[in-house]
């Protein structure tokens, strides 16, 4: 089943990061990633840029309205996802938590919709 690994992370905490910090956290991210993809678990990822660089849409009785900035203003942000392939929930909740920004903020694990 495929599910949506969405990372939520503070940006300004890690905008805050020393360069050495930064660095064991990429290292981290790219051991992930190979394990991951050695397992034939994930199917996709990738880091998004700082919410400041989003645009959000919304259509009002047939109106475009595009707004700078993300959606909503929270204290944590989506600074990317995977997109994995596991056998059920709890393998998906496994490879969730072993994403290095569960240590620092929150990953939301969603399933995907499959039309048959």
């Known amino acids: 089943m495929k599910y949506l690994l969405s990372i939520y992370c503070d940006e300004a ?3 805050k990061m020393t360069k ?3 660095d064991r956290l990429m290292k981290a991210y790219y051991e992930y990633t190979a394990d991951g993809r050695e397992h ?10 700082p919410s400041t ?3 959000t849409i ?3 009785e047939g109106k475009l309205l595009a707004t700078d900035g993300p959606y909503a203003e929270t204290e944590e942000q989506l600074g ?3 997109l994995v ?3 059920d929930l709890d393998d998906a909740i496994g490879w969730a938590s072993r994403i290095p920004h569960a240590a620092l903020g929150a990953i939301e694990v969603r399933p995907v919709m499959v039309f048959s």
């Open 13 to 15: 905490a890690d905008a």
């Open 20 to 22: 050495d910090e930064g």
């Open 40 to 49: 034939g678990v994930i199917l996709a990822g990738d880091p998004l840029h």
């Open 53 to 55: 660089t989003a645009t």
């Open 58 to 60: 919304r259509v009002r």
């Open 80 to 82: 990317g996802y995977y």
């Open 85 to 87: 392939d596991c056998k």
